[in-house]
Each structure stands twice: as C-alpha cells, then as structure tokens.
C-alpha cells in the first residue's frame, strides 16, 4: 500500500507558528512521526508539502493509479480551495482530511470545509498524532 499525506501553507512552520493552537512538535517531528508509523504499518509513504495552491493540485493529480490513498491537511485552503476539491475527486482514491488543531472550535471562517466532500473521514483536535490516525483508517479501509 502506498499512502501520500500533503500538506498545505504554514505547516512547515509547526513548532514555530502559534504553538499554543498547534503545538510545539516542528514539521521535522511531523515527518518523523509519519514515516516511523508508515513503517511499523508496512506501507509506503511520502510526504510533500507546500504553500502554493497549483502545487497542491499537482501532488494530488500526481496520486492517480499510483497511490492508494491520502492524509491531506489542506491548511488555510481547507476553507477556500474548490481546486483542491476537484482534484481530489478527479483521482478517485480515498481521503482522509486532517487538521492539528479543533477548527470547529475556532473562527467562524474555518467552519467551511472544502475538501471534506471528498474524505472519507475528518479528524480534527489531535495534534500531529491525527496524521497516525488517518492513515489507519486508509490502511484498515474504515471511514467514519
């Protein structure tokens, strides 16, 4: 199984922005985490992230009859982004969306979620052990 987790604007500054919503674990940490667990799972795994929305497109585009599911935290375009929504729907393979910290307990703007029309499942508030949780899912073939 080959599991692509992509990562949207300003997660490359975990540890730095705003540790009292996202934590101090850096993006250094986060990759770790992900590829120790794809590991012990025995999967596949790679990790791309960027800040750029057309960049986000691509990688998602790249998946098609290559891997076999996505972790996704969209960032910002979570909210904004139908290109990454169609995207997402264009290559047919299961989601998950992830998002470190509780957005539904936070600003009214990140109630909207684009990118959930195509997930088969959110997980929101559990800081950067939430990649590891939605990998099992797309590993276990479960959805919320």
């Known amino acids: 199984m080959k599991?692509?987790?992509i990562n949207g604007p300003n997660i490359n500054m975990l540890g730095i922005r705003e540790p009292g919503i996202y934590g101090a674990d850096t993006y250094k940490d986060l990759?770790?985490?992900?590829?120790k667990h794809a590991k012990?799972?025995?999967v596949e795994v790679d990790i791309l992230q960027s800040n750029?929305?057309?960049?986000?497109?691509?990688?998602?585009?790249?998946c098609f009859g290559k891997i076999d599911g996505v972790v996704i935290n969209p960032g910002a375009y979570t909210h904004t982004s139908i290109a990454i929504?169609?995207?997402?729907?264009?290559?047919?393979?299961p989601f998950v969306?992830?998002?470190?910290?509780?957005?539904?307990?936070?600003?009214?703007?990140?109630?909207?979620?684009?990118?959930?029309q195509a997930c088969v499942a959110t997980i929101t508030g559990k800081g950067i052990a939430g990649y590891?949780?939605?990998?099992?899912?797309?590993?276990?073939?479960?959805a919320e």
């Open 97 to 116: 969306e992830v998002h470190i910290s509780d957005v539904s307990k936070r600003e009214d703007f990140r109630q909207v979620s684009y990118i959930r």
């Open 31 to 35: 990759c770790e985490l992900i590829e």
């Open 132 to 142: 590891l949780e939605g990998m099992d899912i797309l590993i276990d073939g479960k």
């Open 52 to 62: 750029h929305e057309g960049d986000l497109v691509d990688y998602i585009q790249d």
């Open 3 to 5: 599991i692509r987790v």
């Open 40 to 42: 012990e799972k025995g």
């Open 85 to 93: 929504l169609d995207a997402a729907k264009a290559v047919k393979i």
